[in-house]
């Protein structure tokens, strides 16, 4: 058995850590931020995906399920580039689901500008029940 010396640590110390650990626990890579807007007649899905190309996203939609993922790839390092001593841009994927009702599906719209993805969701139009009028006889 080993025995390391053990170091004076404050309170503070014992705080920073723990808030650095949950950070990066509840800090997941497999995840991104979204605003949902209602516009009236419609939802806007508003992601931000900051350094993803068009072409590195795939939007998705099975059964009721809307799949927003998008992925990096890692790239390759050559024999004479740098090597980095600290990487902190995301390598891989994310990926979020929404489960969607109340939206019309053949309306839907995707953009991708300035590294925000934006999905608009129109909403059904209510069905208004028809009325029929019999005649007495």
């Known amino acids: ?9 404050t309170v503070s ?7 650095r650990m949950e950070r990066a626990f509840f800090d997941s890579t497999s995840s991104f931020v979204t605003d949902i807007l209602d516009t ?14 068009k072409e590195e996203i795939k939007v998705s939609l099975e059964g009721k399920l809307l799949t927003v993922s998008a992925t990096h790839e890692p790239t390759e390092e050559k024999k004479d580039s740098p090597l980095y001593l600290r990487r902190e ?3 891989g994927s ?7 009702s109340g939206i019309d599906t053949d309306g839907i719209e995707v953009l991708h500008e300035n590294g ?14 028809e009325i029929k009028e019999f005649e007495i006889k």
Do not use: A, N, W
């Not at 110390?13 to 808030?19: E, G, N, V």
């Not at 994310?94 to 969607?100: A, E, H, N």
């Open 89 to 91: 841009r995301r390598v």
């Open 13 to 19: 110390d014992f705080f920073s850590d723990f808030d």
């Open 40 to 53: 009236g007649d419609s939802y806007r899905l508003d992601m931000e995906l900051p350094g993803f190309k």
């Open 116 to 129: 925000v993805l934006s999905i608009i969701l129109p909403k059904t139009k209510p069905i208004k029940p």
């Open 1 to 9: 058995m080993f025995l390391t010396p053990m170091t004076h640590r």
């Open 94 to 100: 994310v990926t979020r689901s929404f489960t969607l």
